[in-house]
């Protein structure tokens, strides 16, 4: 870390910390191994946000990021976790794994759709401070989505392809 030190005949002589300006930007080295962008190598998630937003949320859900999250360095062995929203930050995160050309898009759209219901469907808050979020409206809301069973038979055929 540099000092100036600056003088000046009526103070005492005093430390300045000078510190360089980091700039976020996509192309760094380090962001692209993180990976967090909508754009992956075979989809991209903004696209097929937008979509899904206009058919079935007649474009309600705004102020929403959409990206692929961080790949880790084990997979898990038992369950698998294919999205997420973080509600108060207005993030869905993808898993990374789902980037692949064996993976349907019609499959990569159902798991986006489902992390979206969880914008539009309340909680229901059971005892001891715990919530149900997936309730009977969200089971009854998800199975009205276009290929729901389609989508649900691919993910119990290949869910071993995403475990160790």
């Known amino acids: ?13 005093r430390r300045t910390k000078r510190t360089k300006r980091k700039l976020a930007h996509p192309k760094l080295p380090m962001q692209r191994q993180l ?16 979509q899904l937003n206009e058919r ?26 294919f999205g997420t929203i973080q509600e108060q930050d207005r993030v869905i995160r993808i898993h990374p794994s789902l980037d692949q050309p064996f993976v349907p898009i019609w499959f990569l759209r159902y798991v986006l759709y489902h992390e979206m ?11 001891r401070g715990r919530r149900r979020v997936h ?15 389609r989508a649900r ?5 290949n869910l071993a392809r995403f475990l160790r």
């Open 153 to 157: 038979r691919w993910e119990e055929e």
């Open 117 to 127: 219901l969880h914008s539009v469907v309340p909680d229901e808050p059971l005892s």
């Open 35 to 50: 990976n967090l962008r909508h754009e992956g190598k075979h989809f991209d998630l903004r696209v097929i946000f937008e």
């Open 56 to 81: 079935y949320f007649r474009g309600r859900l705004r102020g929403y990021e959409v990206m692929w999250g961080r790949r880790r360095k084990h997979r898990p062995r038992d369950y698998f976790i």
């Open 135 to 149: 309730t009977e409206e969200f089971n009854r809301l998800e199975r009205s989505f276009r290929g729901y069973h």
């Open 1 to 13: 870390m540099l000092f100036h030190f600056v003088v000046n005949s009526r103070k005492p002589a």
